[in-house]
């Protein structure tokens, strides 16, 4: 009987990622677009429970990245064909607006045809301001659960769900492409939790949805809380793309993480973006957000593209239409 039922389930779920990539293709072909991930700061003074950044740990390694070597990044993923720059990091006020504002400036004075997106968590409407006019296009801010009361139970009292909708709304309303997202699996997570994600999506319609399986840290509240699954981030990029046709979405390092070939068959369930990193070496292995986090170079993202049979395209890859 559970056999059975097993069986059903993954026969739906073929359907269902047939349907997600015949959405994909039309929209955007085979192709797939690269965004070069530089992890500025693995600073925080934010106390998320999931993340090994956080303020609390006091085992996780600590950097920031100078402007030089910030630029150097961008000048070799620039000529490895990359034209989107993502500068993320943890909540650091060392990259006060002047600091980052010039960062912002000086990539959009050497690299004009490259679109910049910034990660930098949350901020005032007027710092989200001050970057967009320093020339930032895009911006990451991961809602990580549409749920309020589940929100106040992956974080701390400081942190607001309310808080985190007015700061996407702010990103919206100044005029960057806003990318939100959650966490598949996370701790206390129900199918309740997850229809009110389809639900918010399919509301606030974002440019760009990041999503990718909660995976426990040691040095966290939730160090062994299981990790997400596999099936059910699937399930969830597919009804994404289904949900939100012309949406950029990641299969996500948190994918590849959990399962070996987690990007290639993310792509085939309606992905259309890959998040190359272009940390320095130095820092690469410093920015843990979670346990055994994947380091993968180009190369082995260009061969998990050409196994899904897609093509990595050369440019900013905004959003159709
Ligand atoms: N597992 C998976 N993703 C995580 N993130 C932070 N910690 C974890 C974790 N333990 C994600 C969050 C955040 C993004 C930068 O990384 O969703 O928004
Ligand atoms: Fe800081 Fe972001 Fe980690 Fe939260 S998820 S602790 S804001 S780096």
């Not at 990259?95 to 679109?115: G, H, L, Q, S, Y």
């Amino acid at each position: 009987m559970i056999e059975a039922e097993g069986m059903s389930h993954m026969i739906h779920n073929k359907e269902l990622f047939r349907q997600a990539r015949a959405v994909r293709e039309q929209f955007y072909g085979k192709a797939v677009f690269l965004r070069g991930l530089i992890e500025l700061s693995s600073y925080c003074e934010s106390n998320c429970f999931y993340c090994g950044l956080r303020k609390s740990n006091q085992h996780a390694a600590r950097y920031r990245l100078t402007p030089e070597e910030i630029f150097s990044c961008c000048g070799q993923g620039y000529d490895s064909g990359i034209r989107t720059f993502v500068l993320q990091g943890g909540e650091d006020s060392y990259f006060n607006d002047d600091r980052m504002a010039k960062i912002v400036n000086e990539i959009r004075t050497r690299w004009p045809d490259c679109a910049i997106t910034l990660s930098l968590g949350e901020r005032s409407r007027a710092s989200y301001q001050a970057l967009f006019d320093a020339g930032a296009d895009r911006y990451l801010l991961r809602h990580e659960t549409a749920n309020k009361a589940h929100y106040a139970k992956l974080h701390p009292s400081e942190l607001c769900f309310d808080k985190r909708m007015e700061c996407l709304h702010d990103l919206r309303d100044i005029g960057y492409q806003v990318g939100c997202g959650f966490l598949v699996g996370s701790p206390g997570q129900t199918q309740e939790h997850l229809e009110q994600e389809l639900a918010f999506l399919r509301d606030f319609r974002p440019q760009m949805v990041g999503i990718g399986p909660f995976l426990p840290h040691k040095d966290t509240p939730f160090a062994h809380a299981p990790a997400g699954s596999l099936a059910l981030t699937l399930e969830m990029l597919a009804k994404i793309r289904l949900l939100l046709p012309h949406a950029n979405l990641p299969a996500t390092t948190a994918l590849g993480t959990l399962s070996e070939n987690g990007r290639t068959i993310g792509l085939q369930a309606g992905a259309n973006v890959l998040m190359p990193n272009l940390s320095p070496d130095r820092t690469k292995s410093k920015y843990q957000l979670y346990d055994n986090k994947l380091h993968e170079s180009l190369q082995d993202l260009c061969e998990a593209v050409a196994l899904a049979g897609y093509e990595v395209v050369i440019g900013r890859g905004d959003p159709y239409g």
